[in-house]
């Protein structure tokens, strides 16, 4: 069955790189795009970034000086690399899954998500 | 940016009352909106895409309408279960963007 799992580190000094890794199932990236959202503690959530089925990425604007997603097909993982964090980057990262025939524009499957903290 | 306002931002309903959630897109999205529930401590779960199409294995009593800038996910017969927040998502545009979210509580 389709699964997606994220890890990496819960704490990460101000300043620092935060490296996380989507590690998928049930599905291949390569006809699948695998999207980033991240969530505030108690707030709502906010599109990270993307890797598009053919490798092709599309960032958050507000991010995209900060932000970089990289893929290995072969380990089925998506990587999400981003510096220069600051504390307003402490949220639960989710990765997640947009099938463009299926549900397009929409995520059907979801990651448990992983809480990072940005603090000294 | 498109900007999504949520409405309302809490909504307090009684078991078997029917409740709308809007939605409003700051320019047209074309039917590119999807409705999410999420309940504490979980991940969210998709519910509706391309405005009105319910998601497999969600409950039929869920359903989305809408066009242009308006869109809205009704709950007809407000069960338990149904507690949580709801947000809804364009992908019209990059960046793809999230409403500010409803919290439903069951009165």
């Known amino acids: 069955q389709v699964q997606l799992k994220e890890s990496g580190p819960g704490l990460v000094q101000p300043s620092q790189t935060l490296s996380l890794t989507c590690t998928v199932s049930g599905f291949s990236l390569t006809s699948n795009s695998v999207h980033w959202v991240r969530q505030p503690p108690g707030k709502g959530l906010e599109w990270v970034g993307a890797i598009w089925s053919g490798g092709s990425t599309d960032y958050n604007s507000a991010l995209k000086s900060r932000l970089s997603i990289s893929r290995d097909t072969s380990k089925s993982q998506v990587f999400l690399k981003m510096n220069s964090l600051q504390t307003e980057d402490t949220a639960i990262y989710f990765c997640?899954?947009?099938?463009?025939?299926?549900?397009?524009?929409?995520?059907?499957?979801w990651g448990q998500g992983v809480m990072v903290t940005v603090s000294s | 940016d498109i900007q999504m306002t949520q409405s309302p931002a809490s909504l307090s309903a009684s078991l078997g009352e029917t409740i709308s959630i809007e939605c409003l897109a700051s320019e047209g999205i074309s039917s590119y909106l999807a409705w999410y529930q999420q309940k504490p401590g979980k991940s969210p779960q998709l519910l509706i895409y391309?405005?009105?199409s319910l998601q497999a294995g969600v409950p039929s009593r869920f359903s989305g309408s809408g066009s242009g800038t308006q869109y809205s996910l009704k709950i007809s017969s407000m069960q338990p279960e149904d507690e949580g927040d709801y947000f809804c998502?364009?992908?019209?545009?990059?960046?793809?963007?999230f409403g500010g979210g409803t919290k439903l509580e069951l009165k």
């Open positions: 997640t899954r947009s099938v463009l025939w299926v549900t397009p524009g929409a995520f059907d499957y």
């Open positions: 998502q364009q992908s019209y545009k990059f960046p793809w963007t």
């Open positions: 391309g405005a009105n």
